[in-house]
């Protein structure tokens, strides 16, 4: 739920699950056949394990991070990994690189510009859920365009600040 002064967008597990399914669809609608999935780790793995299984194609990881200050609200340096997570082989052929945002569009454009320079790359598009207004990135496919670029609360974010013994407690009786 986007709050009345568009700063801040509440997800819940029902929503997020909803939104990556018609991000799914949009895909499938375009008609574009792929031949692997690229996630970036950790904001993309959750849509990217969906969109592996409703396509039926391996999934890659490269982990990517850029927030660091102010739990997780500045950003800060891009760190991109040097090495790809494949299940078996490179990574190659037409390549679907999956993200849950674009924030500020940083991140998704070096990462494009990075793949733009493998050669066994044939062909790269990319799938978020959200892409903001203040992007400078634009993603081919994306299920919601968020004109205020407001500040995404997802579902799992409940775990950043849990602890085991956190977690714990909840399973006392």
Request: no cysteine.
């Given at each position: 739920m986007l709050t009345d002064d568009g700063k801040h967008l509440y997800v819940s597990w029902d929503e997020y699950h909803m939104l990556t399914?018609?991000?799914?669809?949009?895909i499938h609608a375009s008609g574009w056949e792929f031949d692997q999935i690229l996630c970036l780790a950790r904001g993309g793995m959750r849509p990217g394990d969906v969109l592996s299984r409703v396509?039926?194609?391996p999934l890659g990881i490269m982990s990517t991070s850029s927030?660091?200050?102010e739990a997780g609200t500045i950003q800060g340096r891009l760190d991109i990994a040097k090495y790809i997570?494949?299940?078996k082989g490179e990574l190659a052929g037409r390549v679907l690189l999956v993200d849950d945002l674009a924030d500020s569009g940083v991140t998704l454009k070096a990462v494009v510009?990075?793949?733009r320079g493998m050669p066994a790359i044939s062909e790269l598009r990319s799938a978020v859920i959200w892409t903001k207004?203040?992007?400078s990135y634009t993603p081919d496919y994306y299920v919601e365009m968020l004109e205020?670029?407001?500040?995404?609360?997802?579902?799992?974010?409940?775990?950043d600040?849990?602890?085991?013994d956190a977690l714990a407690k909840k399973f006392v009786v």
């Open positions: 399914e018609r991000l799914a669809l949009k396509f039926d194609k927030y660091r200050a997570t494949m299940p510009e990075r793949l207004g203040v992007s205020t670029s407001p500040w995404i609360h997802q579902p799992f974010e409940e775990y600040d849990m602890r085991p």
